[in-house]
């Protein structure tokens, strides 16, 4: 019997590694073609990430002589990026917003939470917010207008999915309707929304609403936004819903009318509970979507993101380092949907045992 | 009364029929008294004046004094030029990368689930804005040109490409040619049938070869430096190449992902089945394991060129003229915004309704016909 020592799983895991990178022809051939490939990009982009960037020297001149890239920039402009136009001496009250919604978010994905007590949550941690970021009632009043960044961000996304679940869930409903008048209500709304590019139904709203409304109901920028994304999320979570609510065997429908439950008990303690729990993952995978959608508001002149890192571009005094700021902003919004999709992931794993 | 079932239901039908004309005509009420209030004037017979908006690059001759229609149809034009590459060349990289993903080299896995992961999980609209911002930054003044395959050569200005030209006569000429030729192979008996898509296409290839040789309404125009610039070829600016390398790159993420769950599904089992009956490893994939797998993919890739066709518009991001961006110029310029705005809304209805049609049309022939 061979002597084992501490050196011999190290060795072991050694030749496996090498036997998947050259074993066969085919990998041999596919470990050469990629590892030329990342030779030839990997230390130049090295090189200008970290190498030859400046990191943390706040002076717009070092950045002028650097080779690399402009890190500095981003952390001398982090404030004016992530909160953008809002009142500087005020940036506290948006930082604890993100903070606040983070949090609750990250509270909000444990299954044991799923309660009523969670959504009056929410609905408290949303007036707060809205206090948070407006003024009033002892804080200095702040219009939506000078909102901006992160905050925009992640209130758009919270609040449409918000207000789009409830509304998305009626849809499905409807859809599935022995009432014609009802079923082809719903289909007409969920496929003419899904037909269209979000960027349109962004556009229609800041474009027609001014004509359909009275001047005086006519809600700002930021609201027409939200309208815009609310109606878009909630036909593709119609959807997904309806997709939940078809995988529901007929008996479950057929015991609760035994129980003698009306429609929207049935719906409510029977069916909707099993529809939700069998799409949770394309649940959160429409919400990746929406978190990604909401940089689109930048087309219609709302300060998120991508807007407030150009205007921070536009400091003359700095050399204007646009794909570091887009590489940090594009940076943010992949943490928020790569965790997202990592919770999904956790939760279709665990499916069977939420069951 | 209510607790009757019919009665109940016609009476929700009815109401909720009333509530969406009252809406309706609330909205179209306002909508009217607004439009007068401004002065704004309604119907299409703008469409015909001349225009007089510009647009920065198209696929099709416009100038400035073409009537609002025409800038439409310059506009769509470049949407669907936009889509139909980005399609073709997602589908392709999607299929390598989807199919190396699989592959036990962790090296090659490992780079095809990085680009991936980041596809999914970034905007669409930042990668595009992050690419532009690197276009001046990476390439190299016109003078030195990068030159990675004959006949292409990407500069700061933009990407030169070979053109194709064809002259309408002999397009006309030639499609009636082959149309009498796919009708004859058509009607031949069914000992060719199995040969009848390849010798039309290789039919068609010699046509072509040879209109091109003859050098007879069918030419290629290649890009040489020449002074100062490029002469000929076809020159792809750089918004319109950092659109279709982003929204390729982006689109490329999601089509491997749903080539690879395709090629899982198909079980291994078929293979043994495949091998046990003699088949060679061609004749298993030709055979049983891609007809098997079209039926998964299609569904999903079908919702895909559909995003890829929505997707176009974030070509407004960078500056380029797709139809959404022509249309919002349209209706700042003309005010006729609501005339506007039923033309954007039936223009993608009417894209989306005739892609999703035509795989519909497939997926039912590759379907499995069950009872």
Known sequence: ???????????????????????????????????????????????????????????????RAASGACWSFIYAKSGQLLFGIYPVEERWRPALVCLMILALLGWSVRPASWTLRLLRLWIGALALIAWLMGGGLGLGEVPTSAWGGLPVTLILTVVAIGIAFPAGILLALGRRSTMPAVRIAAVIAIESVRGLPLLSILFVASIMLPLFLPEALLPDKFVRALVALTIFAAAYLAEVVRGGLQAIPKGQYEAAAALGLPFWRTQYLVILPQAIRVVIPALANTIIVMIKNTSLVLVVGLFDLISSGKAALADPAWPSPAAETFLFIGAIFFALSFSFARFADFLERRGPAAR | ??????????????????????????????????????????G?????????IVISEAILSYKSRDPYYWAIVVGLANTVFISALVIVFSSVLGLIVGVTRLSSNPL?????????????????????????????????????????????????RGVMVPSVHI?????????????????????????????????????????LLGLWVADAGFWTDWPVFAGS?????????????????????????????????????VGPGQWDAGRSVGLSRTQILRLIVIPQMLRV??????????????????????????????MNTIISKSSHSIEGVFIILGVYLALNLTLSSAANWYNRRIAIVER
């Open chain 1, 1 to 63: 019997m061979p002597v084992q020592t501490w050196s011999a799983p190290l060795l072991a895991s050694l030749r496996r590694t090498i036997g998947l990178l050259f074993g066969s022809p085919l990998n041999a051939t596919l470990t050469l073609a990629f590892g030329a490939m990342l030779t030839v990009a990997l230390p130049p982009m090295l090189r200008w990430l970290v190498l030859d960037a400046v990191l943390f020297n706040p002076d717009p001149a070092a950045c």
């Open chain 2, 1 to 42: 009364m209510l607790s009757d079932a019919r009665t109940r239901s016609i009476v929700i039908q009815c109401a909720l029929v009333a509530a969406v004309i009252g809406t309706a005509t609330l909205l179209v009420n306002t909508t009217f008294a607004n439009l007068q209030t401004r002065g704004i004037p309604i």
């Open chain 2, 44 to 52: 299409f017979d703008f469409l015909t004046t001349p225009s007089r």
């Open chain 2, 108 to 156: 090659a896995a490992g780079t095809c689930r990085v680009w991936v992961e980041i596809a999914r999980n970034s905007p669409p609209i930042v990668l595009l804005i992050f690419l532009y911002s690197l276009w001046w930054k990476v390439l190299p003044p016109v003078g030195e040109a990068l030159n990675p395959i004959p006949g292409v050569f990407a500069s700061m």
């Open chain 2, 167 to 207: 002259d309408m006569e002999t397009a006309g000429v030639a499609l009636i040619f082959l149309a009498g030729l796919l009708l004859l192979v058509a009607r031949t008996a069914g000992a060719l049938r199995r040969f009848r898509s390849r010798l039309s296409w290789a039919a068609a290839a010699v046509l």
């Open chain 2, 229 to 265: 610039n490029f002469q000929g070829g076809l020159e792809l600016t750089p918004e319109l190449s950092t659109i279709l390398i982003g929204l390729t790159l982006y689109t490329t993420g999601f089509i491997a992902e749903i080539v690879r769950g395709g090629v899982l599904s």
């Open chain 2, 297 to 326: 993919i299609v569904p999903p890739l079908n919702s895909q060129y559909i995003n890829v066709v929505k997707n176009s518009t974030l070509a407004i991001a960078v500056g380029y003229p797709d139809f959404l961006a022509v």
